[in-house]
């Protein structure tokens, strides 16, 4: 038996046990909800991480290209950039998982051959790491553009409220000396 065929038999343990460590990134309220409130219109966060996670280590394990690893991590990073999380926050859980295939899998990474397979596996890992980093930032440009957006509307209708902006009807006419 190869490590992908290990990972495929200890799926739900695995999985189980890396949702347990994104888990541990909420405050314990948080957590004790997400982990079980089932409910996905209940609990959007949980959901979108479970099948974001399940989903990922499928493709961990059999590969995946770019956009479709992040078209399933886009849902949980646009969260966790959203809930103000640091970029170290928000994308560790990805790279967690190397942690717990370790763990799962101590005995048999003695052999060379499992070693070499896991090795693989942990680039992909590390492949998804950036992506999610990736997609953090492009969530965190939206949002502060989103503010910088509203801050200067609202900055324009208090001087446009407050008679200091005057518009005008011809944008090519030079302000008057």
């Known amino acids: 038996m190869d490590f992908f065929q290990l990972l495929q038999r200890h799926k739900r343990t695995i999985l189980d046990q890396w949702f347990d460590l994104l888990l541990q ?5 948080t957590a004790t909800f997400i982990k ?43 969260i966790r950039a959203i809930q103000q999380f640091t970029p170290a926050q928000a994308v560790s859980f990805v790279f967690q998982l190397k942690s717990v295939l370790r ?41 502060y553009q989103i503010q910088a957006d509203e801050i200067r509307n609202r900055t324009f209708k ?4 407050s008679g200091l902006l005057k518009e005008c009807d011809d944008p090519e006419e030079p302000l008057p000396s």
């Open 25 to 29: 990134s909420y405050p314990s309220d």
């Open 36 to 78: 079980s409130q089932k409910d996905p219109f209940h609990n959007p966060v949980g959901d979108a991480a479970h099948r974001g996670m399940e989903a990922l280590f499928g493709g961990i394990v059999e590969g995946m290209d770019s956009e479709t690893a992040t078209s399933f991590l886009d849902p949980v990073i646009r």
């Open 103 to 143: 763990k799962q899998f101590r005995k048999e990474l003695t052999s060379p051959e499992m070693n070499r397979q896991f090795e693989e596996i942990s680039n992909r890992i590390d492949d998804l790491g950036l992506l999610a980093f990736n997609i953090y930032v492009q969530c965190r440009e939206t949002l």
């Open 158 to 161: 208090v001087l446009k409220r």
